[in-house]
């Protein structure tokens, strides 16, 4: 039988390969202080250049449906490059969330999968939208109202309603429900909310509604 081929690595090799190695980590960001968020349900991560940055807790491997006294317990290993959930035995590599892989190849192909379902979905009740504007599929009697993607109302012309910055938490709890953002004090405002939790209106009532399935 031939052979298998064999390759030759030299301590030269080696030596050039850690020299690189070095030269590219002092350009890995690192982080500082990782914490969870109940209120938005991210994990926010402080990076030691000042930048701070979030991640939805569903998209990260590992995190999903555990409980929030897991979710608090995280170490910051190898001088900022590792996350360590101790009571989930789940690790995470700090550059590769930072460059946008939360998992396994399997599990980032899951999450491809779903957020193109998620665009075909839009993609469809847009043009649903357009054709009743245009009146080809508008079988409604003018003044009535439609109800949009995420509960809130539709105009004759098939354009979402925008809801004010200073619409209140309790006011919005009357149409999508007493549980819609927990932790959110009644009186706080939309504009409050969105800037904290870094997303729309409509992202909230969708991680809401996937909550309750």
């Not at 590219?24 to 402080?46: F, G, I, N």
Request: overall charge positive; proline content about 2%.
């Amino acid at each position: 039988m031939p052979e298998h081929a064999r390759v030759a690595v030299t301590g030269a090799d080696i030596d050039v390969a850690l020299g690189r190695a070095r030269e590219y980590a002092k350009y890995a960001r690192k982080v500082v202080k990782a914490t969870y968020s109940k209120t938005t349900d991210r994990l926010r991560l402080v990076l030691d250049n000042g930048v701070t940055c979030s991640f939805p807790r569903r998209l990260i491997q590992g995190l999903a449906g555990a409980h929030e006294k897991d979710l608090n317990r995280i170490q910051v290993l190898s001088d900022g490059l590792g996350l360590l959930w101790p009571l989930l035995d789940v690790a995470h590599y700090v550059p590769s969330l930072l460059q946008g892989v939360y998992g396994s190849e399997k599990w980032m192909t899951a999450l491809f999968k779903q957020r193109r379902k998620l665009r075909l979905v839009d993609a469809t009740r847009n043009l649903e939208s357009r054709s009743k504007s245009s009146g080809v599929l508008d079988k409604r009697v003018e003044g009535t109202r439609s109800t949009g993607l995420d509960s809130r109302h539709r105009d004759r012309n098939g354009r979402i309603e925008e809801k004010r910055g200073d619409t209140l938490v309790r006011t919005l709890r009357e149409e999508y429900g007493e549980d819609f953002l927990p932790g959110w004090r009644g009186d706080a405002t939309l504009s409050t909310v969105r800037k904290e939790a870094d997303m729309s209106l409509t992202e909230l009532v969708r991680q809401h509604r996937r909550g309750k399935k």
